[in-house]
C-alpha cells in the first residue's frame, strides 16, 4: 500500500500539478460505504426454490442490476422482473427491505469528509440504483454533506462513460484538473485520470489515503 501511494504522488508529482484543487470527487460503494450482496443472496433464498449462489448468477448473467442502475427501469419493474424470474414469495416493500441491508461504512472516511468539507466543494459520483441509494441517504449522514450527487440512476449514464465524468466536473465547479476523485476501481480511475482528473485509487485504507492528501497538500 505504501508502494503504491508513493507511485501516486511521484506520478503526480511527474504531472506537475501546481494548479489548486478546488473539490474532491468521491465514489460511494467500497469508498464511502462496505457492501455485501452475499446476505441479501441469502435472505433472498429463503423465499424462493434457488439457492443464494443460483441467485447471484442470475443477478449477474441477466443484466438488470445494470439497467436498473443506469436508470433504464424503475424500481417496481425492477422488482417485478426479479420476482418473475425467481418466483419469489415478497411483496415490494419487503423485497426492497432484503435488497438494500447490505451497506456498513468504511471506517475513517465520514470524518475525512467532514475535514474535506471545510476547504472544498465535495460531489458524489456512483454506479447506484434508486433504492440503494435512498436507503443509504437516509440511513448515512455522510452522504449529506456532499453539495452536488451524480448519481447514474438518476443521469441514465454509468462509469466510465465519459459524459458522466463531464458532468461531474460540472457539478464540481471546476476543470477536471482542479479535481481530485477517489474511487476504489482502476478502471474508472483511469478512465477519469485520462480527462484529465487527478485520481486516487482506493483499497480500504483512510489512514493511506489522508497520509497521500496531505504529501499533496490537499489535507
Request: charged share 30%.
Amino acid at each position: 500500500m505504501e508502494h503504491y501511494a508513493s507511485e501516486i504522488i511521484r506520478r503526480m508529482q511527474r504531472k506537475k500539478i501546481r494548479t489548486k484543487i478546488k473539490a474532491i470527487l468521491f465514489d460511494l460503494g467500497k469508498v464511502l460505504l462496505h457492501f455485501n450482496f452475499e446476505p441479501a443472496f441469502r435472505r433472498l433464498a429463503k423465499h424462493c426454490q434457488y439457492s443464494a449462489k443460483e441467485i447471484e448468477d442470475f443477478f449477474i448473467q441477466s443484466g438488470l442490476e445494470v439497467l436498473y442502475d443506469g436508470g433504464q427501469i424503475s424500481s417496481r419493474v425492477f422488482y417485478q422482473k426479479v420476482k418473475e424470474a425467481l418466483g419469489l414469495r415478497l411483496n415490494f416493500s419487503a423485497f426492497e427491505k432484503t435488497w438494500n441491508e447490505i451497506f456498513t461504512p468504511v471506517p475513517g472516511m465520514e470524518k475525512l469528509v467532514q475535514e474535506l468539507k471545510k476547504q472544498y466543494r465535495l460531489v458524489l459520483i456512483s454506479n447506484t440504483n434508486a433504492m440503494h441509494f435512498a436507503y443509504a441517504f437516509k440511513r448515512y449522514p455522510v452522504l449529506k454533506k456532499f453539495d452536488r450527487l451524480i448519481l447514474s440512476f438518476k443521469e441514465k449514464i454509468r462509469k466510465p462513460d465519459e459524459r458522466i465524468y463531464r458532468k461531474a466536473a460540472k457539478a464540481c465547479q471546476a476543470k477536471p484538473n482542479e479535481i481530485f476523485y477517489i474511487d476504489d476501481r482502476a478502471d474508472l480511475t483511469q478512465a477519469a485520470s485520462e480527462l484529465g482528473f487527478n485520481t486516487f485509487t482506493f483499497r480500504n485504507n483512510a489512514p493511506e489515503l489522508i497520509r497521500t492528501l496531505k504529501k499533496i497538500d490537499i489535507l
